[in-house]
């Protein structure tokens, strides 16, 4: 894979690199497109992850379809599909792990230990491997980009993070592989996250700073929603992921809840 990586790159061309776990949907191809305007060469992957999952998680329910997957990729014209399988990317007796300390215990970090552990370790060596000049990652897990971001710039890795925005269906639902847990009555229930953002968007945009203020009219409106249930809604800097009493500088709006088992995570921008 490294080699005939460093081949599509032979003649100058910028590669890029769309890192997933299958079970593609709209947003992941967005990604896609996004490289293919940017980049000369596109690189996607598709592996679930297992050392991002928790013991009680869904890693063996997660959605896996790569013949879906890899038809869909070849429609966007990319140029090669790295499908790995859970023993090439972890060998027997593999001890090393990335950690970015901090930024990894808060937020989903808090709600999924190790979680974070597993995504830096995974995507570093992804990076490895492909040698891309750039990744592209959906602005949906927002903690994530985040936290790779970091990782880059501190272990002075040769790749730009480029941040496309969320993809969200009519209603405003985040796409996401998750997304196919949920029956029609979920599905409906399941809106109310990006609907307490946009109680926090409407607030802010007459004038309301007050990040506490604002949290608490997000919170008002996952109330009213008896399937779902509030994991965190946070306010806090996009860069530190510290908590912000003011938002007057701009700030990260990050959720998750459960609507019936299926969590779901969701963001905005300030």
């Known amino acids: 894979m490294r080699a005939a990586c460093r081949e599509l790159k032979q003649g100058g061309k910028r590669l890029g690199f769309v890192p997933t776990m299958g079970s593609l949907h709209a947003g992941h191809l967005s990604l896609v497109q996004a490289a293919r305007a940017q980049c000369g060469a596109v690189v996607a992957s598709v592996f679930v992850n297992p050392t991002q999952f928790g013991p009680n998680e869904d890693l063996s329910k997660y959605p896996r379809n790569l013949e879906r997957d890899r038809e869909l990729l070849e429609k966007e014209k990319v140029d090669l599909l790295f499908g790995p399988s859970g023993d090439e990317m972890y060998p027997a007796g593999a001890v090393t792990w990335v950690t970015v300390e901090g930024l990894s215990e808060r937020l989903e970090g808090k709600s999924r230990p190790g979680h974070f552990r597993g995504v830096a370790t995974i995507v570093s060596k992804l990076f490895n491997i492909i040698e891309p000049d750039r990744a592209y990652f959906g602005q949906k897990d927002a903690q994530q980009a985040v936290i790779i971001r970091k990782m880059v ?28 847990y949920l029956n029609p009555e979920e599905r409906k229930q399941a809106v109310v996250l990006y609907r307490a953002l946009c109680r926090v968007q409407a607030l802010a945009d007459q004038g309301e700073r007050d990040a506490r203020k604002l949290r608490d009219a997000a919170v008002q409106v996952f109330g009213g929603e008896k399937q779902a249930r509030l994991d965190y809604f946070e306010i806090v800097d996009k860069d530190s992921l510290e908590p912000v009493q003011d938002t007057s500088s701009g700030a990260l709006v990050v959720t998750a809840a459960f609507v019936g088992k299926t969590r779901l995570i969701d963001n905005l921008v300030l």
């Open 153 to 180: 710039r501190d272990l002075d890795m040769g790749v730009e993070i480029v941040v496309c925005p969320t993809v969200r269906e009519s209603d405003g639902l985040a796409l996401s592989s998750r997304n196919v």
